[in-house]
């Protein structure tokens, strides 16, 4: 039983926004209130995005002038508010996409904007802020399952060496498929900024709790469903490296999925 719908079952006014359950899939019983299914907006016409398809940024020529986060957490502040209004204690959970690749973040929140190309060292002020992996190099013998499963998350010809399964994707796995620091550089700068911006939306939620008067009567969780940290050397989730799949509780390095489920506590 999920925990939503125990919550529910407890008494508790329950609803979500985002994703929550894996995309296209819901728990209907779990709620008081509908939950809301958030379209997946991946990079589209007017978009700064890079040829590989990884990343993107909404620009003035942008058809869509917002992110998919954008839409989940209106709807996810909404049943906050509506949760509150019931008088009753309130289970909402608002699901997020990003840091999942497509990276696609609104302006002022694109790449080079947050993690600039310039002033990462203080000794040599040129340094790129971000910078590749110390230990960027496959270990000798990795399973060809070990890695890139599938190609991967990330889009690269690194990802299309024919090697194991034909071009133009190594789709049954490619553990020494490396992606070359210039490259990896950039997904990983465009991978902080969409971290970033899951923060952001997160800090939202927390002030709506501000705003309502709960914020001290509210357990708030924030987790992710897997790991997706930008090192050696795939840059997903596809591996079976320590670093793809360990979840970092409260940890901004891990995947976040789920921005918010919170369950107020006041009075009862």
Known sequence: ???????????????????????????????????????WLRCGAGDLMDANGNYCGVTEKSTLQYTDEDLSLAEGLKRMQLGHASGKPWWISIGNHRPHTTFRVPAGFHGPELYPKTGGNATDPTADVVQPCKNCEAPIGAPWMSGNWQGGDINDPAHSTGRYQGWPTDINGCPDCIIPNDRAIEYRRWYYAAVSWSDHKLGEAMAMLDTLGVADTTITVFHSDHGERPTYPLLSISSNADTAFSMHLLSLLAACCLLLAAAELAGR
């Open 1 to 39: 039983m999920a925990r939503c719908r125990a919550q529910k079952n407890a008494g508790y006014w329950t609803s979500s926004a985002g994703k929550v359950f894996h995309d296209g899939m819901d728990d209907p019983i779990s709620w008081t209130y509908p939950s809301n299914q958030t379209a």
